[in-house]
């Protein structure tokens, strides 16, 4: 159980398009998702936390005008980077935890490799 | 905000040596600090987690301990085996009641970590 599935699994795109990202929680209704992004060899840097049916809350440092989050399902959040510019190119992880659960858990999709040409 | 600092960045043991990594963070409230394996371009991968309640957990070959006091916590890795080679996240958060819903995760800068035949 808690699978979490994330959709493309790698993209290339041009410089000045938009890319959306899915991400699902197969088994489990999600209260909350997390949206990290990863550099080569760095860590997981979150970028913001989506609750169902109400807006994202953007970490410091993070355009919510660029990287726009829709988490419109219990099962379903959505990424996208509007206006890709080659430095947004990353590895995009989405992550959701369980309603009710104690431990705070949270469970990893696996990953979207995003690379803007 | 929390801040998780984690030391070593890379670590190479011979197979069959314990492999010890270490975090220390900075906020009195966090109270869950799982630890993460990742291999390259893959999911983080949780492998042992603890809550503040407790000072030592094992599983295995795999220990974590956590002196609350110090705010430090620690990842013990014994008879190393080259699949343990990967790169090690070490993680903390608090509790959703704390900050309103969201059970954010703070990691660790990583530790890559390489067994030797």
């Known amino acids: 159980g808690a699978v979490v599935s994330q959709h493309p699994s790698r993209v290339i795109c041009k410089s000045g398009t938009s890319v959306k990202i899915e991400c699902r929680s197969l088994?489990?209704?999600?209260?909350?998702m997390f949206w990290y992004r990863q550099f080569p060899k760095q860590s997981l840097m979150l970028m913001a936390t989506?609750?169902?049916?109400?807006?994202?809350?953007?970490e410091q440092g993070v355009e919510k005008d660029k990287f726009l989050i829709n988490h419109a399902s219990l099962t379903l959040s959505t990424l996208t980077v509007t206006s890709a510019h080659p430095e947004d190119s990353s590895f995009y992880i989405c992550s959701a935890s369980l309603r009710g659960d104690p431990r705070n858990e949270q469970f990893f999709g696996p990953g979207t490799r995003l690379t803007v040409l | 905000g929390e801040n998780v600092e984690q030391h070593p960045s890379t670590l190479s043991v011979q197979e069959g040596d314990s492999a010890v990594i270490k975090c220390t963070y900075s906020?009195?409230?966090?109270?869950?600090f799982p630890w993460y394996k990742q291999e390259l371009g893959k999911r983080p991968q949780l492998i042992i987690d603890?809550?503040?309640?407790?000072g030592e957990k094992k599983d295995q070959r795999i220990a974590v301990t956590l002196n609350k006091t110090a705010k430090h916590f620690s990842l013990h890795i014994t008879e190393t085996q080259p699949e343990d080679s990967a790169v090690y996240f070490c993680?903390?958060?608090?509790?959703?009641?704390?900050?309103?819903?969201?059970?954010?995760?703070?990691f660790g800068t990583g530790t890559q970590l390489k067994v030797e035949l």
């Open positions: 603890i809550r503040s309640n407790v």
């Open positions: 088994d489990f209704q999600a209260t909350t």
């Open positions: 906020d009195s409230a966090s109270n869950y």
């Open positions: 993680a903390a958060s608090m509790s959703p009641m704390l900050t309103g819903g969201g059970n954010k995760l703070t």
């Open positions: 989506s609750n169902e049916g109400s807006k994202a809350t953007y």
